[in-house]
């Protein structure tokens, strides 16, 4: 008789997300997906599936798992593991972690193939990402096989290029289309999709905003609180009180009351949101908060629909907010720009009788939910920030000096500190792969045009091919050299790390803490004037304590160099 234990050690470790896509145990059996694939790395594969919107359905990816089992099995491969996640991959602000993972457990040598439906579904940023994973894969002798179409990138290496280049233009041209449809339809008042404000709803006949009957009564509450000079910590905790939720079923938060106040939609009207953009100015995907009205060509705000609150009501609610501002600190101050680091435990801090996390509230560190949620969330907690930072100092100091030098926590520690001191190498990465993307992709279209084309000189082909060619190459050997590890002999001295830890500053022994630590749960005192030391009420959960060197940690340790090597999609 087979135990629950025994059972439990045959279990796949992708089960749950297999039973996810609605796969019933007996069809698992019949995909040989059911017990964990063993045997040599040239007997095994990975299997990549993803869906950039929802609108795919369980039903047609479950079909794109059945013909690449299928495939598999043509070729005597076993499924070590199934990686699936909803994604873009077209953009570059996008992290694709359990592709990453995939790539990764090919690249450490746990598996040969990697497969995947169609090439879209690897990438739609061109060959010169695809290049860079084939080039890769080409040194671990292993391939990428993308089952519709048939592609053996051991075979068809070009084909494979093609329609990766292909992929991409048509994610262009799906770019391009999309913007002139949200772009028309804001200029007719329709909803262009999304999330729709707290108390409002809109249905898709109508292309219009229109009160949420089970929403609508309590948004309007919010706005009359508003109205009458109520703080957004003091509504949130009114509303926490009296048991009312949120759309998804959290507590209100101050920060989340202040998001409505500042939404034009709010107000039933068109947004004029600008894109957020990085250090070089160029656009990222996402959108600053709140924006201002879109106008139409008589100067009139463009109407949505109905809102919970009037334009005139919008405008009274910001002066509100605005005159309770105060510059150079948190409260409603957004010329105050970025503000420098003070507290090394923010984020890691936890509140010992709630479990979230501690924030900085100048001389102390204070629980969070207490604060932004009101005390029907958490009585509350607070500690003397100089004296618990003092403490965890010299904690984190001994721990680290008690690790081998070939522990992967010194080494996750070094290249975060790198990274900290020298962002602009990061920066440089990011600018050299992009770059490298670009010429590959030139390089194709060039073939493509003297090959295919068959208009183009031969000493003219040669001479722009030398020269990309040229190019890629620099390019490569330039991330080969950002990609070297950081030096680790400043951590293995006493000495040289206290030093490194006093001159770090408060944001830098954030980051070192960061890498060697998950959180830290604060106990709550037993009594005011409580003076057990703060170590015996700490309880720190330490990255390392439970460090095992599996084949699967290493493909996991891959991921973070390999996103070095190649666009991080």
Avoid at 80 to 97: D, G, P
Avoid at 305 to 316: A, D, L, M, N, T
Avoid at 466 to 485: F, V
Wanted: hydrophobic share 35%; glycine share 8%.
């Amino acid at each position: 008789m087979v135990t629950f234990g025994e059972r439990m050690t045959m279990e796949r470790d992708d089960l749950t997300t297999l039973r996810s896509l609605g796969f019933e145990d007996d069809e698992l059996q019949e995909l040989e997906l059911w017990e964990p694939a063993t045997g040599d790395p040239s007997e095994l594969a990975e299997m990549y599936l993803r869906r950039s919107k929802k609108k795919d359905t369980l039903t047609s990816l479950r079909q794109q798992v059945r013909e690449m089992c299928g495939h598999a099995r043509s070729e005597s491969k076993s499924i070590r593991h199934l990686w699936f996640e909803q994604r873009s991959a077209s953009k570059a602000s996008v992290r694709r972690e359990e592709f990453e993972k995939a790539t990764g457990a090919v690249a450490t040598g746990l598996s040969k193939t990697l497969y995947v439906y169609k090439t879209s579904r690897l990438s739609r940023r061109g060959m010169g990402q695809v290049g860079l994973l084939l080039d890769e894969f080409d040194t671990q002798k292993a391939r990428i096989c993308v089952t519709a179409e048939r592609i053996d990138s051991s075979k068809s290496r070009m084909i494979l290029a093609i329609l990766s280049e292909q992929a991409r233009e048509q994610a262009a041209d799906i770019s391009h289309f999309a913007k002139v449809s949200i772009t028309g339809n804001k200029a007719e008042g329709k909803w262009t999709g999304g999330v729709t404000p707290y108390g409002l709803y809109s249905p898709k006949s109508s292309g219009k905003l229109t009160h949420n009957p089970k929403e609508y009564p309590t948004a309007r509450r919010i706005a009359v609180y508003l109205l009458n000079r109520k703080t957004p910590a003091w509504i949130a905790n009114r509303l926490n009180t009296e048991g009312l939720l949120t759309r998804h079923g959290r507590k209100w938060t101050d920060s989340g009351i202040i998001s409505l106040a500042h939404s034009v939609t709010w107000a039933g009207l068109v947004a004029n949101r600008e894109k957020m953009k990085d250090e070089h100015g160029n656009e990222l995907d996402k959108y600053h908060r709140g924006g201002t009205p879109l106008l139409d060509k008589k100067g009139h705000p463009i109407s949505l629909g109905e809102g919970v609150i009037s334009f005139p009501e919008h405008v009274k609610i910001s002066s509100i907010l605005s005159d309770r501002a105060q510059p150079g600190t948190t409260i409603g101050d957004r010329s105050r720009g970025k503000r420098e680091i003070v507290a090394t435990l923010t984020d890691i801090l936890r509140c010992g009788r709630c479990k979230g996390p501690m924030e900085n509230g100048g001389v102390n560190y204070r629980c969070q939910a207490r604060q932004r949620q009101g005390e029907s969330s958490c009585k509350g907690m607070s500690t003397d920030r100089i004296r618990i930072d003092r403490e965890i100092a010299g904690t984190w100091e001994s721990h680290i000096l008690s690790l081998s030098p070939e522990s992967d926590v010194i080494h996750t520690i070094a290249r975060k500190w790198l990274d900290y001191k020298d962002p602009a190498k990061e920066r440089r990465k990011q600018e050299v792969t992009a770059a490298l993307e670009s010429a590959a992709s030139r390089e194709l279209k060039l073939q493509k045009e003297f090959f295919l084309g068959g208009g183009m000189d031969e000493t003219l082909y040669d001479s722009l091919r030398r020269e990309l060619s040229e190019q890629i190459t620099a390019m490569k050997a330039e991330l080969k050299e950002l990609a070297k590890d950081a030096d680790l002999t400043t951590l293995m001295h006493p000495e040289a790390l206290a030093l490194l830890w006093n001159s770090a500053g408060a944001s830098g022994q954030r980051a070192l803490l960061r890498a060697a630590i998950r959180k830290i749960v604060l106990s709550p005192p037993k009594g005011r004037g409580d003076r057990t030391p703060l170590i015996k009420r700490m309880e720190i959960d330490w990255i390392d304590k439970d460090v095992d060197e599996t084949p699967l940690d290493k493909a996991l340790a891959h991921v973070q160099k390999s996103r070095i090597a190649r666009a991080a999609a």
